[in-house]
């Protein structure tokens, strides 16, 4: 599977779970539900930021796209952005 193909199938797994996803932009996006967290896929990364944060203020996630679920992908998310919402 490629990095394209990943992030297809994620944002595609994450709009199935009602986040609100942006996957045309030059940079796709996904903001959960409730809007604490957003996810940037950007090439051969995946980047989460707290709220409805511009990329500008995310950070990147250490998986690889490739080879995690998308319930792990969140998971690492959540956990990355609950950390950054109360560094800041």
């Known amino acids: 599977m490629t990095y394209k193909q990943?992030?297809?199938s994620?944002?595609?797994a994450l709009a199935a779970l009602g986040w609100?996803?942006?996957p045309a932009?030059?940079?796709?996006?996904?903001?959960s539900p409730c809007g604490s967290m957003r996810l940037f896929?950007?090439?051969?990364?995946v980047y989460a930021a707290s709220g409805r944060a511009?990329?500008?203020?995310?950070?990147?996630?250490?998986?690889?796209?490739?080879?995690?679920?998308t319930e792990d992908l969140v998971s690492e998310?959540?956990?990355?952005?609950?950390?950054?919402?109360?560094a800041y």
């Open 10 to 12: 994620h944002i595609a």
């Open 25 to 31: 932009l030059k940079v796709p996006h996904a903001t």
């Open 54 to 69: 511009a990329l500008g203020q995310a950070r990147s996630l250490h998986v690889d796209s490739r080879t995690v679920d």
């Open 41 to 45: 896929f950007k090439a051969q990364a």
């Open 77 to 86: 998310g959540r956990a990355l952005a609950t950390f950054l919402a109360s």
């Open 20 to 22: 609100a996803t942006s």
């Open 6 to 8: 990943a992030t297809a």
